[in-house]
Structures are given as structure tokens and as C-alpha cells.
């Protein structure tokens, strides 16, 4: 079975047709640039235009960067407030005529790790984090996700997490590597205090760079860049409106 994946995000939306028995992509990838102001209008115009370019009508799997429940919007951090109570799902569904699925960004992340990916059989505590304009978060154990966790705004620097250790403000402050990486250990060292992960996943844009980064990285946890890197949130997707 094949199911379009879509991942909405801060800068981006992208999207690939994925085999839900492999987890491979099986097209080409394409994006647009998420809209700005990113309003519940502009971004599902987009969506639908990101549909209409592979011509699909079949299910859709959709990443959002809020917390999720029963397809409803609840929070919105790097995305138009007017988001709040909106459903998603529905109002994707109407617009684009396809049978839509909506899910947390970080956990469509995660959930693709945890099938094909860097925790596939693990059954312990694992977490995938992706940087990238905000921190996402998607904590397992035994293979089962315990959704719409939001790790980005712990308290941290007098403000929260993700405004401080994002990669998006690595860019923003024109942080060296290694200073940045020193912040993203100061929020790796409260995460692991608060949650004991045995694994930790890091994914998002930046993850493809691990090179640059990893080598400052310090963690209890056995840490690694998320198989999919930046293709994470697609692949989920895709499982999610599987699954
Ligand atoms: C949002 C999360 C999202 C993360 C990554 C945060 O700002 O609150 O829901 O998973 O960004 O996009």
C-alpha cells in the first residue's frame, strides 16, 4: 500500500508517496514554502496545491507542528494562532478531497523510527527529537508512543527549550557548532533527568549534518542522527494514516 506523507512545517512543507511495508519513498520528493502568515487558509492551499502535483487522490498521511488530538489543533508555536481548535484533518479533507490523516510532526518522526528506522526493536524508553524551527518530541516505550509530548517548552535559559537550543536559531544567532551544541547538552541534560531515554534519536534538517555536531554531543543515553534524517516526518506520516 502506498500513501502520500506530508510534513507541514515552520519553513517547509514536503511531501513523497511512501510504501507503507517498507517505509521507502517511492517518488520524488517536493516542497513548497510554508506561507507566511502560516493561517489555516494559506497552508491548506498549499497542501492541496503539494497534493495536486502528484496528481493523487488516494489516503494521506499529514505531520503537523502542534499538539494533535482527535485531528484538532491545539496548540500552534511556529505557526498562525488561528490555528487553535481548528480541525486539521477535517478541513483537509474537505479541501483536497483525499482521506487525511493528522498527526504531531515529532511523533510522525518518531513513528517512523520505531518501524524502519534507528529504534526498530527496541522496546525500551526511546525518544526522538528533531530540530529544526521548533524542538519536536516522541517518546516510546515497548514501541508504543505516548503522543503529543512537548519537550520544546520545558523552562530553560529563563525562556523554554526550543528558543534557546532550535537549529533555527542556530542560524538566527549565528551560533558556532560548538556553542550551539552546548546549549542542545544543557537541554539533553534536563531531558534525560526527567525522562531516563536509553535511546535518543536526533533528527530534523540539521541531523544530516551530524558530523558537524555530534562529536560535542554529551549524553548518558546512546545517541544517534535519525536514520531518515529530514525525511522522518514524511515516512511517519505515512505510517501514522497506516496504522
Ligand atoms: C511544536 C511541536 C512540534 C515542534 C516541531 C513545536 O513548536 O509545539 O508540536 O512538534 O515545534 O515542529
Redesign the pocket.
Known amino acids: 500500500m502506498q500513501v502520500l506523507g506530508i510534513d507541514i512545517?515552520?519553513s517547509f512543507i514536503k511531501g513523497a508517496v511512501v510504501s507503507i511495508e517498507t517505509g521507502q519513498i517511492v517518488s520524488e520528493r517536493l516542497q513548497v514554502v510554508t506561507p507566511q502568515p502560516a493561517t489555516p487558509e494559506a497552508v491548506i492551499e498549499s497542501v492541496c496545491h503539494l497534493v495536486a502535483l502528484f496528481n493523487w487522490g488516494g489516503v494521506v498521511g499529514c505531520g503537523f507542528?502542534?499538539?494533535i488530538q482527535g485531528g484538532v489543533a491545539k496548540?500552534a508555536?511556529?505557526i498562525d494562532a488561528s490555528w487553535v481548535g481548528v480541525h486539521v484533518q477535517e478541513l483537509l479533507e474537505k479541501k483536497s478531497g483525499c482521506h487525511c490523516f493528522v498527526v504531531?510532526?515529532?511523533d510522525a518522526a518518531g513513528l517512523a523510527e520505531i518501524q524502519f528506522g534507528q529504534g526498530k526493536g527496541r522496546v525500551g524508553t526511546v525518544l526522538t527529537l528533531?530540530l529544526?524551527?521548533?524542538?519536536?518530541?516522541a517518546l516510546f516505550f515497548q514501541g508504543r508512543l505516548i503522543p503529543n509530548l512537548?519537550l520544546?517548552?520545558l523552562p530553560l535559559n529563563e525562556g523554554v527549550a526550543?528558543h534557546y537550543a532550535a537549529a533555527a536559531v542556530k542560524t538566527k544567532e549565528g551560533l558556532s557548532w560548538q556553542l550551539w551544541t552546548q546549549r542542545l547538552n544543557v537541554f539533553l541534560a534536563q531531558v534525560e533527568r526527567l525522562l531516563c531515554p536509553e535511546l535518543i534519536i536526533l533528527g530534523g534538517g540539521i541531523s544530516s549534518e551530524h558530523e558537524m555536531f555530534f562529536p560535542y554531543l554529551q549524553a548518558q543515553a546512546e545517541i544517534t542522527p535519525a536514520r531518515f534524517f529530514n525525511q522522518a516526518g514524511i515516512v511517519g506520516a505515512a505510517c501514522f494514516a497506516s496504522s
Open positions: 512545517g515552520g507542528p502542534a499538539v496548540t508555536a511556529n504531531n510532526d515529532a528533531t529544526g524551527t521548533g524542538i519536536g518530541s512537548e520544546g517548552f526550543e
